[in-house]
């Protein structure tokens, strides 16, 4: 039976479908465990289903096709210890089911397309991710996946990709301004033309003066950094490896962004990077490349997805402890 928690610690989790949030999720549920972590799909609050979104041509990331007013209610209920009505969107028949209880839980996860879209949902947030794939690595994932395992046709699956990105552009890109923590998956640098996409740059871009978050730096805070670290520490094949830290402007705000751009021959070797980076919410030494090397087997494991994704959720961690220790002191004096 879970202990009912004395702090709701409520983290948002954003973008678009098949951007690596099931991977990350799975990331944060290993770090916490899973009696401690309730995640509410965002689906769940659409009030057009799959028939009456094709009858009106309103798509799912469309505002319209979703209740916030019920998502803002409960939310705030759940953060507030309340225990709520949730409905579910069944997605294999497209149809909404009858609600399920869903109980408070010490750390509760809101992710899906809009969890920062609605300005009173996101006051609600203790930490934040959006994350942000380019269109060039997009396509080449959603042909590769849909191609490949769904044996759709590549003119059918780019017709798809056109058809949501209006709505993609209006409703879903914008929230990434208001996210903590934004994880950013471009094409590599390392290879000239490339079109096959499996080498990638990630960048996680950290926003600075949020209370409590210290984001993670590279050498020395506030630096520009460029750094190649390929040699008898770090094995790296063809086309290599590069790092980058460096402060910048984000939407008008301060940030730091930390970038990877190639890939990892050997995972253990991951701790010699771990070893230059500071502020990485970490308990002990080696534990970032420790949490990596649990599940070598998630998707992009082997590159900056999975190091700044396992990053995050120290982040995550560092956050919920702060919390719930401010809790634990406010009570205390209460009772003083």
Same mark, same amino acid.
């Given at each position: 039976m879970t202990v009912k928690p004395d702090r709701v610690v409520l983290i948002g989790v954003a973008g678009d479908s098949g951007c690596g949030k099931s991977t990350f999720l799975r990331r944060l549920t290993d770090l916490f465990g899973e009696d401690f972590v309730t995640v509410i799909c965002l689906d769940d609050y659409h009030c057009l289903d799959r028939k009456q979104r094709k009858e009106t041509g309103i798509t799912a990331l469309d505002p319209r096709a979703n209740n916030f007013d019920l998502m803002y209610e409960q939310i705030k209920a759940l953060k507030h210890g309340e225990a709520i009505n949730k409905p579910i969107y069944n997605h294999e028949t497209g149809m909404i089911d009858p609600p399920e209880i869903i109980e408070p839980n010490h750390i509760v996860v809101i992710e899906g397309l809009h969890p920062l879209y609605d300005d009173r949902v996101r006051a609600l947030l203790d930490f934040s991710v959006y994350f942000d794939i380019s269109d060039e690595v997009k396509i080449a994932w959603k042909i590769q996946r849909d191609m490949a395992e769904r044996g759709h046709r590549y003119e059918d699956v780019l017709a798809a990709i056109n058809a949501r990105r209006p709505d993609f552009a209006a409703y879903i890109d914008p929230q990434k301004e208001f996210a903590d923590v934004v994880m950013r998956v471009l094409p590599t640098q390392l290879i000239k033309d490339d079109k096959e996409r499996r080498v990638l740059r990630v960048q996680m871009i950290q926003r600075d003066e949020v209370e409590g978050f210290d984001p993670a730096y590279l050498f020395d805070e506030g630096s520009v950094i460029y750094w190649t670290p390929c040699g008898r520490k770090l094995t790296c094949s063809y086309? $290599?490896?590069?790092?980058?830290?460096?402060?910048?402007?984000?939407? $008008?705000?301060? @940030?730091?962004? *930390? =970038? @990877?751009?190639?890939?990892?021959?050997? *995972?253990?070797? @991951? @701790?010699?990077? =771990?070893?230059?980076?500071?502020?990485?919410?970490?308990?002990?030494?080696? =534990?970032?490349?420790?949490?990596?090397?649990?599940?070598? =087997?998630?998707? $992009?494991?082997?590159?900056?997805? $999975?190091?700044?994704?396992v990053l995050t959720g120290l982040k995550m961690r560092a956050t919920y402890e702060r919390l719930t220790a401010q809790e634990a002191k406010t009570k205390v004096a209460a009772r003083v």
């Open positions: 086309p $290599g490896m590069k790092f980058y830290y460096g402060p910048d402007a984000y939407f $008008g705000k301060s @940030v730091s962004i *930390l =970038e @990877v751009d190639g890939q990892f021959d050997n *995972l253990e070797e @991951v @701790v010699y990077i =771990e070893s230059h980076l500071s502020k990485t919410s970490t308990k002990y030494d080696g =534990e970032l490349t420790h949490l990596l090397l649990q599940h070598r =087997e998630y998707p $992009g494991s082997n590159n900056g997805t $999975g190091l700044f994704q």
